[in-house]
């Protein structure tokens, strides 16, 4: 018994160097990705804050407005950050319940979970020491778009479909 395989290999490295390339284009993804995070860390915040139950506190909207993005390629790594500057951002992404902490991450880390839909712990103008997560799920949408987005492209200059 013998099996003969014969393979193309001329086109076989035409499409590793086709998917070699795929690493050179990821800037479009990191501006694409930081856009989306940002997009989405901005409907974290209208959720767990600016669409919820006024409390005592002034809403002025800084929080909102604070909400940024940036990206980098360095050395073969897309670097996204999601980020607010407001000196209150963080205390609002984690609220202040010690008992909250590590929630967010199990929600968003979810098997089937699907990774653009927001995340609420029921944060409100009233019970506003809750966590408001918008940073976080919006940094975890960003990574998954990001890993899905270069799978397809690797996949394409291999000459296969997603």
Do not use: C
């Amino acid at each position: 018994m013998s099996i003969k395989i014969k393979t193309n290999a001329r086109e076989l490295e035409k499409r590793l160097r086709a998917a070699r390339r795929v690493s050179t284009q990821m800037k479009r993804t990191g501006a694409q990705a930081a856009r989306r995070a940002e997009v989405h860390a901005r409907m974290g915040a209208d959720l767990n804050i600016y669409d919820t139950t006024p409390g005592s506190y002034e809403r002025t909207g800084r929080l909102r407005r604070g909400i940024d993005s940036s990206w980098s390629v360095q050395g073969g790594v897309l670097t996204v950050t999601v980020f607010n500057d407001v000196k209150y951002a963080k205390s609002v992404e984690k609220g202040r319940s010690a008992s909250a902490a590590g929630a967010v991450q199990q929600i968003i880390t979810q098997p089937g979970r699907n990774p653009a839909a927001q995340v609420t712990l029921g944060r409100s103008g009233e019970f506003y020491f809750i966590p408001g997560p918008m940073l976080e799920p919006a940094a975890y949408y960003a990574s998954i778009y990001i890993t899905e987005e270069f799978k397809r492209r690797v996949l394409a200059a291999l000459g296969g479909t997603a």
